[in-house]
């Protein structure tokens, strides 16, 4: 165990979430991060219907009776998809736990407090928290700029940004961007957190449904190897730095409109790239942690080793400081 207010709240064994992954977040990454005594995060509009939904927490159901969330990522589009179906395919499904993005969850709340589910929401900023916890959520994920796909537009590294709202917010604050391994645990919990959210590390794992390949370009990146794009249009988003990046970069910056990058932002070239491995077929979201990656273990041996290691510096490596 390595209990804290996070842990407590959704009767979990150690505070380390997988956060939502569109394409990633599927039945077998997310099973195996709870059966190891994390919170796995199955990624609902990663489902073509909701039924495929119910389906694919079936299949996740199959492999782990430990707790499970579903992160529904809230975007504000045009023609969006049917929300209250797939929140009636969570409750029907017996999901108890739901990571919330994108946008303020107020609209979802009322009905995800009636079927009793526990709301995590993930935002980019202390306002958004503080927003967030006013409206009810029962915990927060606290995204620094470090993140995988969207920072916001603030640029608050963790290091500021988690104190900042865990010295704000009354509720659990989960840390998210940057965390991979137990030195990010520890950390987080000296910065006040209750927990941390990983993205990119569970995305580099064997249960990942991504291309061998795409987890090798991972582990072979640094930190420098992300891009942000977008950021004219003030919706910025974390990717691999690839050709395709770099060219929506340079059209954006030279005056160039959504219009001008659709074809090349695709979410299917996206697609293409988890499915045959060629990173640089599309869009994909990445985080500055991947200069931290370099082995791809199981989902499980990540959320093991996290833990221990996080012991080990909280009760004996940082300890010697203090004794002198
Ligand atoms: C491939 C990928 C896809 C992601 N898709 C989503 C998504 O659909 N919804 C969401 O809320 N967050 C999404 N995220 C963000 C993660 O849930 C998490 O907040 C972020 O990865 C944390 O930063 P880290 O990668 O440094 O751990 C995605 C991240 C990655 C790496």
Redesign the pocket.
Same mark, same amino acid.
Do not use: I, P, Y
């Given at each position: 165990m390595l209990t804290t207010p996070f842990t407590e709240l959704l009767g979990i064994t150690y505070p380390i979430v997988q956060?939502?992954?569109?394409?990633?977040?599927r039945a077998e990454l997310a099973a195996a991060v709870s059966e190891a005594g994390g919170l796995g995060m199955i990624?609902a509009?990663?489902q073509p219907t909701p039924d495929d939904l119910r389906r694919e927490i079936e299949r996740a159901r199959a492999l782990t009776d430990k707790p499970l969330g579903v992160?529904l990522?809230i975007l504000p589009t045009i023609d969006p998809p049917p929300y209250d179906e797939y929140r009636r395919a969570i409750f029907d499904s017996g999901i108890t736990i739901v990571?919330t993005?994108?946008s303020n969850p107020a609209p979802h709340l009322d009905e995800f407090k009636r079927h009793g589910v526990t709301v995590i929401h993930?935002c980019t900023s202390v306002r958004h928290a503080l927003k967030a916890e006013q409206v009810g959520v029962d915990a927060v994920?606290i995204?620094g700029f470090?993140?995988?796909?969207?920072p916001g537009e603030d640029d608050i590294p963790g290091l500021i940004l988690i104190p900042a709202a865990t010295q704000r917010v009354n509720i659990p604050v989960i840390a /998210?961007? @940057?965390?991979?391994d137990g030195r990010g645990l520890a950390a987080a919990l000296a910065l006040g957190a209750d927990g941390i959210?990983?993205?990119?590390?569970f995305?580099c794992t064997v249960e990942s449904p991504i291309h061998q390949q795409i987890k090798e370009a991972i582990v072979a990146a640094d930190e420098l190897d992300t891009e942000l794009i977008f950021r004219p249009l003030r919706n910025t988003a974390r990717v691999a730095k690839n050709s395709v990046s770099t060219e929506v970069v340079e059209i954006l910056e030279a005056g160039g409109s959504f219009p001008d990058v659709r074809e090349l932002v695709a979410g299917a070239r996206g697609r293409t790239v988890y499915e045959t491995g060629d990173a640089q077929a599309g869009i994909? /979201?990445? @985080?500055?942690?991947q200069g931290l990656i370099d082995d791809i273990p199981t989902a499980g041996e990540v959320v093991t080793r996290t833990v221990a290691e996080a012991r080990d510096i909280l009760t004996s490596s940082l300890a010697r400081f203090a004794a002198g």
């Open positions: 956060g939502g992954m569109q394409w990633v977040g990624t509009l990663t992160n990522t990571e993005a994108g993930k994920s995204d470090e993140c995988a796909g969207h /998210s961007g @940057g965390f991979a959210n990983m993205g990119t590390r995305m994909w /979201s990445v @985080g500055l942690v």
